[in-house]
């Protein structure tokens, strides 16, 4: 496969996977990517049973399903069923370009996770401690939080990550509530 063809069929399957791998899964994707990138890397007779057409598609499947058995199994499937699609379609020399391409995204992904957070009343700093540490666990890596508030909110929270908002307020609810009446 031709280098540059070979960045985009990885940089393909690395961005699906990544927008279907929860923040949590990101570290367990990372690691099993990385350990099919270091065997590419250093076996020869793996390298071989997937670029060898004689060997079937099945076939080369099964063999990196005993590889990774042996590394101690399967961890996502999201990540096995892509890892089966790229071997299926003899497609397994970009696994170490997959590797490195979904790394550098999950490594984006933590350096940009900057939150709005818009409370109903001022919070003290542990509140606000509380609260970036739950965040940090949910969303799989470090955040930078800017802390206001808005009494129009009546109680609870608002969320803003980019263009994504996660509001759980009450003012929010009950404009739900009246969008939904008014049906």
Same mark, same amino acid.
């Given at each position: 496969?031709?280098?540059g063809?070979?960045?985009k069929v ?14 949590k899964?990101?570290d367990?994707?990372s690691t099993?990517?990385g350990?099919?990138?270091s065997?590419?890397?250093e076996s020869?007779?793996?390298r071989q049973?997937m670029? &060898? ?5 099945v076939?080369?499947?099964?063999v990196?399903?005993?590889?990774v058995?042996a ?11 892509v890892?089966h699609?790229?071997?299926?379609l003899?497609?397994a020399t970009?696994?170490? %370009? ?13 350096? &940009?996770?900057s939150l709005?957070v ?8 542990d509140?606000?401690? %509380?609260?970036? /540490?739950?965040?940090?666990?949910a969303?799989? /890596? ?13 109680g ?6 980019g263009?994504?908002l996660?509001?759980r %307020?009450?003012a /929010?609810a009950?404009?739900r509530?009246?969008?939904?009446i008014s049906r």
């Open positions: 496969m031709v280098a063809r070979k960045e990885a940089k393909r399957y690395a961005r699906a996977l990544f927008e279907v791998s929860d923040p899964d990101f367990v994707v099993q990517l350990a099919l990138s065997l590419w890397d020869a007779d793996f049973s670029l &060898n057409p004689r060997v079937s598609d076939l080369r499947v099964q990196v399903d005993s590889l058995e590394l101690g199994g399967w961890k996502h499937e999201p990540t096995k069923r890892v699609q790229l071997v299926s003899r497609k970009t696994l170490p %370009s997959l590797a490195q391409i979904y790394t550098a995204l999950v490594s984006d992904y933590r350096k &940009n996770l709005e818009t409370l109903a009343q001022p919070a003290n700093d509140a606000i401690a %509380s609260l970036k /540490g739950r965040l940090s666990q969303l799989g /890596g470090e955040v930078k939080l800017t802390v206001q508030s808005d009494s129009a909110l009546i609870g929270v608002t969320i803003r990550l263009d994504k996660l509001d %307020s009450v /929010g009950l404009q509530m009246a969008s939904q």
